[in-house]
T-cell receptor
Framework: QQKVQQSPESLIVPEGGMASLNCTSS?????YFWWYRQHSGKSPKMLM?????GEKEEGRFTVHLNKASLHTSLHIRDSQPSDSALYLC????????????FGSGTRLLVSP | NAGVIQTPRHKVTGKGQEATLWCEPI?????VFWYRQTIVQGLEFLTY????????DSGMPKERFSAQMPNQSHSTLKIQSTQPQDSAVYLC?????????????FGSGTRLLVI
């Protein structure tokens, strides 16, 4: 049964600072990773996806993927109070029938 | 595009009663997923349909939970003899095709409270 581990559980960064979130899959056959953001009382919204080794940047958000270590990370630069939310990492693999499994999340608080 | 529609938004049931939750996926999406979210357990996978066929129900508590997808426009999650530990937000998500790099869109969820 694939598991997705996220760290840290919670993170406080000052406004304008850099937030770094980590995620690792337990399944060596993992094919796809996503990062979702969930604001309090709302449903998760897809933030970024990454399917190939390397780095992908979209505005203030950068994701890295290292498939050999089954690890992805999300970096938020110039963090804003509106970035305060639960960040969920999700993974799926072909051998799992593309079932999408989520980690427990990292709760980010950006302090003004 | 109305997105994934879940009804009802809130449901309160008495212990031992039945609860049925509805999900209408985005038109044209072939995959529908059900998840349950609580503070303690996080976002737990329950079950997954592709082209209306059940693919994986490994997350479903077998005795009281069942899910169906009778047509491509809706799926239901039924909980019989509800228990207080079933209280959670139940989220439905749909995807164009989970076999390729498509994204998953969540509905607003149904908040179930069993008293």
């Amino acid at each position: 049964q694939q598991k997705v581990q996220q760290s840290p559980e919670s993170l406080i960064v000052p406004e304008g600072g850099m937030a770094s979130l980590n995620c690792t899959s337990s399944d060596r056959n993992v094919d796809y990773f996503w990062w979702y953001r969930q604001h309090s009382g709302k449903s998760p919204k897809m933030l970024m996806s990454i399917f190939s080794n390397g780095e992908k940047e979209e505005g203030r958000f950068t994701v890295h993927l290292n498939k050999a270590s089954l690890h992805t990370s999300l970096h938020i630069r110039d963090s804003q109070p509106s970035d305060s939310a639960l960040y969920l990492c999700a993974a799926s693999c072909r051998t799992g029938g593309y079932k999408v499994v989520f980690g427990s999340g990292t709760r980010l608080l950006v302090s003004p | 595009n109305a997105g994934v529609i879940q009804t009802p938004r809130h449901k309160v049931t008495g212990k031992g009663q039945e609860a049925t939750l509805w999900c209408e996926p985005i038109s044209g999406h072939s995959a529908v997923f059900w998840y349950r979210q609580t503070i303690v357990q996080g976002l737990e996978f329950l079950t997954y349909f592709r082209n209306q066929a059940p693919i994986d129900d490994s997350g479903m508590p077998k005795e009281r939970f069942s899910a169906q997808m009778p047509n491509q426009s809706h799926s239901t999650l039924k909980i019989q003899s509800t228990q207080p530990q079933d209280s959670a937000v139940y989220l439905c998500a749909s995807s164009l095709d989970p076999g390729v790099t498509s994204d998953y869109t969540f509905g607003s969820g149904t908040r179930l409270l069993v008293i």
